[in-house]
Every structure is written in C-alpha cells, then in structure tokens.
C-alpha cells in the first residue's frame, strides 16, 4: 500500500517563495516515479513536476526556472520560487511504480496520490 502526505503549503505573496514537502510511504519506494500536480478551483488538473529514480526531473513550462522538485529517500519535494498568482491551487504529490521505464509528465499514469496542500498566492 502506497500512502503519501504532504506539508508546507498556504499563503505567500506573488514573488515569494514556499516549500513543499511530500511523506510517500511503499515498499522499494526509491523506485518510484515521484511527482507534483495542481489544481485550481474549476480547472483540471495538471502536472508540474516530476523526478525519476536517477534524480532526472521534468517540469512543465509554466514553472521551469521557478520551481525545482527534489527526492529524498521516501521524502518528494517542491522549492517554489518567484511564485506568481497563477501558481494558486491545491497541489498533490503522487507516486507511480515504474515498471515500464517511463517517468513523465503524464497525469494518468499515477495512481496513487496525497490528499492534497493549499497554495495561495496574493498579489
């Protein structure tokens, strides 16, 4: 069973910057395909980060140069920086066993994901 929990979200100004924590708790976890997603109110859901076993990370354009995602044993991370309003919304970590070799940003292939920390960015 594949448990994960994230920190460190809530309030920062357009500018700032935040770090986000994720627990994520399976067996062999080193393995796994890590990665953050976003959701705002009325929008699906997106991807914003991921990282492979070999510490190879992948980011979506919007945050690239902003944002760096970062693994440490059972521990995903997300070092938010120059945030901008739209970087509100709940973000999820997830977790994706590879079994095929694939770590990418595509939403539908993880399955188990963290209930999710609220970020809000003000003006």
């Known amino acids: 069973q594949v448990r994960l929990m994230e920190s460190g979200g809530g309030s920062v100004q357009a500018g700032g910057s935040l770090r986000l924590s994720c627990a994520v708790s399976?067996?062999?976890?080193?393995?796994?395909?890590l990665g953050w997603f976003r959701q705002e109110t009325g929008k699906e859901r997106e991807a914003v980060a991921i990282i492979d076993r070999y510490f190879n990370a992948r980011y979506v354009d919007s945050v690239m140069g902003r944002f760096r995602i970062s693994r440490d044993g059972g521990n995903v991370y997300l070092q938010m920086t120059g945030v901008e309003s739209e970087d509100s919304g709940i973000y999820y970590c997830?977790?994706?066993?590879?079994?095929?070799?694939?770590?990418?940003?595509?939403?539908?292939?993880?399955?188990?994901w963290g209930l999710g920390t609220q970020v809000r960015v003000s003006a």
């Open positions: 399976a067996f062999d976890v080193s393995t796994y395909c």
């Open positions: 997830a977790a994706r066993k590879v079994v095929d070799g694939v770590c990418d940003l595509a939403l539908d292939r993880f399955l188990d």
